[in-house]
C-alpha cells in the first residue's frame, strides 16, 4: 500500500487465465513507492527489495509464512490508483488510503468472501482485505508516534 500501516492483500497469480500462463511465485506487487510487510514484521518500500530478503506472505486465513525473494522486476505499465476506506477493527478508526496497481486482468485482490477478483473488475463500494494498523512507522519500525500518510 501506499501507507506503511495499510496494506492490501495481493493475490499470487496462480489464477488460470488466458491472458498469460499462471505463474506460481509471482506477485505483481505494484509501484515502487509501496509498502511491503517483511517477515520480521518491519515494512519496506518495494524499490528497496533485493533477491534474497525475506517478505511475509499471508493466506485469505492470515496465516503466515516467509518467502525468499529470488528476482524483483520493475517495468512500466499502466496503473490504477485504487482507494480504499481501512477499518481498524480494534479502534474502529476509519482511514482513507491508497495502492496503486498493474491494470491487468491477471492483477488481484482478495475479497470479502476470500474470492479473487481483478483490479480491472473492481466496483465502488467493493470489500477488500488487507491489513491496517494502529501504529505509526518510522523507516519501517513500528513507533509510539503520530505520523500522517497521504
Known sequence: GSSSDTLVLVHSETVPSTFVPT??????????????LMA??????????????VVQAVNVKGETRDIILGR?????????KISCIAINIDSRKN?????????????????SEG??????????GDVVMGRHGSEARHLGVAI????EER
Open 23 to 36: 505463474r506460481p511465485f509471482r506477485v505483481n506487487a505494484g509501484s515502487p513507492h509501496a509498502y511491503i
Open 40 to 53: 520480521d514484521r518491519t515494512t519496506r518500500y518495494l524499490s528497496e527489495l533485493v533477491a534474497g530478503d
Open 72 to 80: 524483483i522486476k520493475i517495468e512500466q505499465r499502466p496503473m490504477l
Open 95 to 111: 482511514k482513507k488510503v491508497h495502492v496503486f496497481l498493474q491494470q491487468a486482468e491477471t492483477v488481484r485482490l482478495i475479497d
Open 115 to 124: 474470492a479473487v477478483k481483478s483490479v480491472t473488475e473492481l466496483n465502488a
Open 144 to 147: 509510539s508516534s503520530a505520523v
